[in-house]
């Protein structure tokens, strides 16, 4: 089948599900070659932790800037701009982790490329996807971020092991360069005269940020969003996904080293299902909701409230149980669960943000990926300096219970988001 062939709104979710692939590969990616090259250099825990959480820093800091810029000057142009500078950053700075501030400088410069790049999905996908497929086409897109992650821990330990640490910064950085080929390439703005009544159902060129008198965007609603409790619902949970998925991701590699004494080099393809896992409920999250909604089984609101509570309840059960299992497949199987039904849980909150503002989806999405980000910086943060304090009482870090706490503060923050997304989320479209 040609290209020109396949409907252009699913060549732009194809092209943001490689996006978020390959974002998640360089994710991955500093975590393993970093600790590779941290541990070599005698690096404490928490001293890795502040350098792994510093691409959070900058992460947050263009979170709600970026919804800005997508909504005012069009998510196609930011999304093609922050991959061109966080891929020349991954090329041009050497990893060296005894030269401190030039990596501080480079993370801070990557989060705050990458920070664009969620924002500007969402500003896109609003153009381009119509209500009846928002939640398989949005978990598609999303759901590369878990193939990329697992697509990392799959492949990326071997390049650090035959070619060293730095080879991995190359790397992403070509397959950065690839995928902004593919984006000038292929991606495009959606024409004003297609989907008629897109306006009405809430997506379309009509959202599109050009000077058309009366469907410029002439003022965004920021006391109004800022005050509305769906939003803080979906804020909320977004905070709670991404401490548990960020957690994970960057300290995983570290319970296996240190607290199972397995190296991951050593390890076949099981590191890679907890991520793959992901990315099948993902995609079985979109559809289930698609089909309680186009069914009429479930409404809007229903739906996302039922995926949510599922997801996060499951997450937060297999979280808590993990420092029990001693073994690497133990591991595996329970971090598979806890990842897998995130996943799940994401086709409640995070489509929520185009039920209820599809003209404001970018700001939406930015204003709780600050969330998010915040998670990431106060949990990988935290989590290395609840290490170093667990070692004092434990001498290292192979006793279960140095790890007990580390796991159990994103169990209890599922079920806390649980209760606060039943009682204030919403499907209803809230802002015109």
Same mark, same amino acid.
């Given at each position: ?110 989060? $705050?490329?990458?920070? *664009?790049? +969620?924002?500007?999905?969402?500003? #896109? @996908?609003?153009? %381009?996807? /119509? ?103 979906? $804020?909320?949970?977004? *905070?709670? +996904?991404?401490?548990?998925?960020? #957690? @994970?991701?960057? %300290?995983? /590699? ?65 979280l808590m149980a993990l420092p029990q299992f001693r073994t ?105």
């Amino acid at each position: 089948m040609k290209l020109s062939n396949i409907p252009q709104r699913y060549v732009i979710v194809f092209l943001t599900f490689l996006s978020t692939s390959v974002c998640y590969i360089e994710r991955v990616g500093f975590s393993i070659a970093y600790t590779v090259a941290a541990d070599a250099a005698g690096i404490n825990q928490s001293s890795k932790g502040t350098i792994l959480s510093t691409f959070f820093i900058g992460y947050a800091c263009s979170q709600v800037p970026g919804g800005w810029a997508a909504q005012k000057i069009g998510g196609r142009k930011v999304l093609l701009l922050s991959f061109v500078l966080w891929s020349s950053t991954c090329f041009l700075v050497p990893l060296d982790p005894n030269r401190v501030g030039l990596l501080v400088f480079a993370r801070l410069l990557v989060g $705050v490329a990458q920070g *664009f790049i +969620f924002p500007s999905i969402h500003t #896109v @996908l609003a153009q %381009w996807v /119509p209500p009846h497929e928002r939640s398989r086409l949005v978990s598609i897109t999303t759901s590369g971020m878990y193939l990329g992650a697992a697509l990392g821990m799959w492949l990326l330990p071997a390049l650090v092991e035959f070619r060293g640490p730095e080879s991995v910064f190359l790397a992403e950085a070509l397959a950065g360069v690839i995928w902004s080929l593919l984006w000038i390439r292929y991606a495009t703005d959606p024409p004003r005269s297609e989907h008629p009544k897109a306006a009405a159902a809430g997506f379309g060129g009509a959202l599109l940020p050009t000077n058309v008198s009366h469907h410029k965007v002439t003022h965004i609603p920021w006391k109004k969003i800022m005050l509305s409790l769906p939003v803080w619902a979906i $804020v909320v949970n977004n *905070f709670t +996904f991404h401490y548990a998925l960020y #957690v @994970l991701m960057n %300290w995983l /590699p570290t319970y296996f080293e240190l607290g199972l004494k397995v190296s991951l080099q050593g390890m076949d393809s099981s590191k890679m299902v907890p991520y793959l896992n992901m990315f099948v409920f993902s995609i079985v999250g979109g559809f289930i909701a698609d089909y309680l909604i186009t069914k009429r089984i479930l409404s809007v609101t229903r739906t996302r409230k039922f995926l949510n509570t599922v997801g996060f309840l499951v997450a937060s059960a297999a979280l808590m149980a993990l420092p029990q299992f001693r073994t690497s497949n133990g591991v595996i199987l329970c971090s598979s669960v806890a990842l897998g039904f995130l996943a799940l849980g994401r086709a409640g909150f995070a489509v929520n943000h185009m039920d209820i503002a599809p003209r404001y989806a970018g700001i939406v999405m930015g204003v709780s990926n600050t969330a998010g980000t915040l998670a990431g910086i106060i949990g990988v943060d935290l989590t290395g300096k609840l290490l170093e304090a667990s070692k004092l009482i434990y001498s290292d870090l192979s006793h279960p219970e140095s790890w007990r706490v580390v796991f159990f503060i994103p169990g209890l923050l599922c079920i806390f988001s649980t209760v606060v997304f039943l009682l204030f989320s919403t499907g209803e479209r809230i802002f015109d």
